[in-house]
Nanobody, 119 residues
Framework: QVQLVESGGGLVQPGGSLRLSCAAS????????MGWYRQAPGRQRELVAT???????????NYADSVKGRFTISRDNAKNTVYLQMNSLKPEDTAVYYC?????????WGQGTQVTVSS
């Protein structure tokens, strides 16, 4: 059974940093991609960043325009974990952040972790 557990969320001031982690209960290299999505109150869930799993190196990454240059997605194959390093955080980054694992059209989601950017 696939389980994803996110951690690392919290309250941070504007301009600060957080690192989110998503630990999978399965070998992530056997899947197609992992990604981070977020959902703010009253808004639809949106893509933040994704990374492919098709190779043993870092994989190909993709970012939403709103986070390019500030956020970095990475993976640790040995730990079956994907990270999201978030720098220069803005109030508009406030949301629940979800991790997603994909394989052949199937999706698995984590429970989400709250990120609040406020002074």
């Amino acid at each position: 059974q696939v389980q994803l557990v996110e951690s690392g969320g919290g309250l941070v001031q504007p301009g600060g940093s957080l690192r989110l982690s998503c630990a999978a209960s399965v070998r992530i290299l056997s899947f197609n991609a992992m990604g981070w999505y977020r959902q703010a109150p009253g808004r639809q869930r949106e893509l933040v960043a994704t990374v492919t799993m098709g190779d043993t190196t870092g994989g190909r990454t993709n970012y939403a325009d709103s986070v390019k240059g500030r956020f970095t997605i990475s993976r640790d194959n040995a730990k079956n974990t994907v990270y999201l390093q978030m720098n220069s955080l803005k109030p508009e980054d406030t949301a629940v952040y979800y991790c997603k694992l994909e394989k052949l059209g199937l999706e698995w989601w984590g429970q989400g972790t709250q990120v609040t950017v406020s002074s």
